[in-house]
């Protein structure tokens, strides 16, 4: 039976990542230190699925800081666990970023390093390519984030190749483009904008609405990473394609799904936040053989209806 470590299992996609885990007989170990950088309590609800299933141990450790020794023995890791945000990546904040995203991993590597492992999965992210000199985005163009967060997630991505290349740890970095779905964290768009949608309450769009991102699901973000580790894989993988929009654009598709109207209040361009995000996915297809495929007008409303549904509990 197969062994999976998922670090920041309570997460948005490491919570997914664990259930379809388990759904594939997988027996996983969730590892989460429930910082609070959003509601713990919203975290522990993301995890209701795993917790007392009988293939499933949650261990609460900070990765930067605890014995690594009580990780146990696994055939692959899924190391989701990271500090959020790139906005909040400024200022005295940093010091977190460092924290979580680059002396963790480094910690994690140290302590699968010799291990017989099948695949180390390190969750990366666009925010690596900052502004892009071409789109669609291949993996080869050199990253310039313009972001504390994409520095360091950057940081964590060479560490973990750097322990493929040195010491034989099977590494794979998947640079997620912008994922979506039921329980994104309170603090991304799509949430902030679907809440306030539901309280009638004004949404705060940072620059003119027109940029656009390349939107992930996170049904197939979790299929790239199964796929990453069943799959004779090395190397950095874009996660995205799947659909592109404006901001706008998909405010539209929100409103249309909660039946409600927009009242927008536009602020200059968050610092850090790049105009465009779009993936080339031809690695992808070609190693993993897959593409996200969810298109958005399918994908937003499903979260639309969860942050429905999440509220109306609080409520009650």
């Known amino acids: 039976m197969a062994r999976a470590l998922v670090t920041g299992a309570a997460g948005f996609i490491g919570s997914h990542l664990c259930e379809r885990l388990l759904g594939e007989g997988v027996t996983v170990t969730g590892v989460d230190c429930f910082t609070d950088y959003y509601a713990p309590a919203l975290k522990r609800r993301n995890l209701e699925a795993c917790v007392g299933h009988e293939r499933f141990r949650l261990l609460e450790l900070d990765l930067g800081a605890a ?12 190391h989701q666990a990271a500090q959020a945000g790139v906005r909040a990546s400024w200022g005295r904040e940093f010091d977190a970023y460092t924290h979580h995203n680059v002396l963790a991993t480094q910690r994690l590597l140290e302590r699968y390093r010799g291990a017989a492992l099948d695949r180390f999965i390190y969750a990366s992210s666009s925010s690596v390519y900052g502004e892009a000199e071409r789109y669609p985005t291949p993996e080869d163009l050199l990253p310039r984030p313009v972001s504390p967060y994409g520095v360091t997630k950057l940081a964590g991505e060479h560490l973990a190749l750097l322990y493929g290349r040195s010491f034989d740890v099977p590494t794979v ?6 994922v979506y779905g039921p329980r994104q964290r309170p603090d991304m768009a799509f949430h902030r904008f679907a809440r306030a949608l539901l309280r009638d309450e ?5 620059g003119d609405g027109h940029q ?30 799947g659909s592109q929009v404006e901001v706008l654009e998909a405010i539209a ?12 209040e536009f602020k200059p361009p968050a610092q850090g936040d790049p105009r465009r995000t779009r993936a080339a996915h031809a690695r992808l297809e070609e190693a993993l053989g897959f593409v996200p495929a969810t298109p958005i007008h399918e994908g937003l409303p499903r ?10 509990e609080a409520r009650g």
């Open 202 to 206: 004004p949404i705060t769009v940072f």
């Open 67 to 78: 014995d690594l020794a009580a990780l146990p023995e696994v055939d692959v890791v899924f």
């Open 212 to 241: 656009s991102r390349d939107f992930t699901y996170i049904d197939d973000a979790i299929e790239a990473n199964l796929r990453a580790w069943q799959r004779p894989a090395s190397g950095v993988f874009n996660v995205g394609g």
């Open 253 to 264: 598709i929100l409103e249309q799904a909660l039946g409600a109207r927009a009242r927008l």
């Open 173 to 178: 970095a998947l640079r997620y483009f912008t």
């Open 303 to 312: 979260e639309a209806e969860w942050v429905r549904a999440l509220y109306a």
